[in-house]
């Protein structure tokens, strides 16, 4: 089945403990994406790939890294959450940049 | 800062009726456009695509595309309760540099009342 699989859906943790969200998708997509989503503020972007080894920012960056060394991993790093990325986050991929997105089921991260 | 406008809503129309749902965008050279529909608490999932000035039809779905007026719509017909979510529109744009920038509205929320 194709999909986009995000891990862990839910985490609770303490301000400034490094965390990792881990994506994984199986359709040998090239594009892929993370984004925040909060109430009020809709879906942000904060990091995209275009290809392996190929990130850039998106609206959202500070505060995060990713890493794209296989074409089908591309975790989301918090080297020191803050409560101000308690929020549902959401990894998608594409085909390539231009075609619709398909979406894990999302990841809500609690930072105390 | 590209930006995506959409009505926050609640729209709320009767089982049966046609839905409008409306998205404009401020990047003249933006390529693509999407609709994706997202209930609470989950992820949002695909409803449609378009990429050239004009209509496209999907089953009871059809969105409308119109550059020069920098506007996208999305028409829901025969609208059925299931059909209740909140709807985001997307816009692809290149922002330089080998850059694209994806960018959502904040969405519309929709109620088809029985």
């Known amino acids: 089945e194709a999909q986009v699989t995000q891990n862990p859906r839910y985490l609770i943790t303490v301000t400034g403990k490094k965390l990792t969200v881990t994506c994984s998708q199986n359709m040998n997509h090239e594009y892929m994406s993370w984004y925040r989503q909060d109430p009020g503020l809709g879906l942000r972007q904060i990091y995209y790939?275009?290809?392996?080894?190929?990130?850039d920012k998106g609206d959202v960056p500070e505060g995060y890294k990713v890493s794209r060394k296989e074409k089908r991993n591309f975790p989301l790093i918090l080297e020191s959450p803050s409560p101000n990325q308690t929020s549902l986050y959401f990894c998608a991929s594409s085909l390539t940049v231009g075609q619709p997105q398909h979406f894990g089921d999302g990841t809500r991260l609690s930072i105390l | 800062q590209k930006e995506v406008e959409q009505n926050s809503g609640p729209l709320s129309v009767p089982e049966g009726a046609i839905a409008s749902l409306n998205c404009t965008y401020s990047d003249r050279g933006s390529q693509s456009f999407f609709w994706y529909r997202q209930y609470s608490g989950k992820s949002p999932e695909l409803i449609m695509s378009?990429?050239?000035?004009g209509d496209k039809e999907d089953g009871r779905f059809t969105a409308q595309l119109n550059k020069a007026s920098q506007y996208v719509s999305l028409l829901i017909r025969d609208s059925q309760p299931s059909d209740s979510a909140t709807y985001l529109c997307?816009?692809?744009?290149?922002?330089?540099?080998?850059?694209?920038?994806?960018?959502f509205g904040k969405g519309t929320k929709l109620s088809v009342i029985p």
């Open positions: 378009i990429y050239s000035n």
């Open positions: 790939s275009m290809n392996v080894e190929v990130t």
């Open positions: 997307a816009v692809l744009a290149y922002s330089g540099a080998g850059s694209y920038q994806l960018t």
